[in-house]
């Protein structure tokens, strides 16, 4: 059950790095990055969420117990 869970907080966190990191190249963002020097709040927090979720995803897979 556990190796589930840490998997889907993988996939999970490598899906929202990459969802942050196209927001962080869109129009939208760009216009941010103009006006204000920096990215667009729901991308920083899309990347930070995404890391997150993928170190805690592969903290628990490297801590499971292996079963053989």
């Given at each position: 059950m556990n190796r589930i869970i840490?998997?889907?907080l993988l996939v999970?966190?490598?899906?929202?790095i990459v969802t942050?990191?196209?927001a962080s190249n869109s129009f939208t963002s760009d216009v941010s990055r103009f006006?204000?020097?920096s990215l667009t709040?729901?991308?920083?927090w899309?990347?930070?969420?995404?890391?997150?979720?993928?170190?805690v995803g592969?903290?628990?897979?490297?801590r499971s117990?292996?079963?053989?």
């Open positions: 840490s998997l889907a999970g966190g490598i899906v929202l942050g990191f196209t006006s204000t020097g709040e729901r991308a920083v899309m990347l930070i969420g995404g890391l997150l979720a993928a170190l592969l903290e628990m897979l490297w117990p292996k079963h053989t």
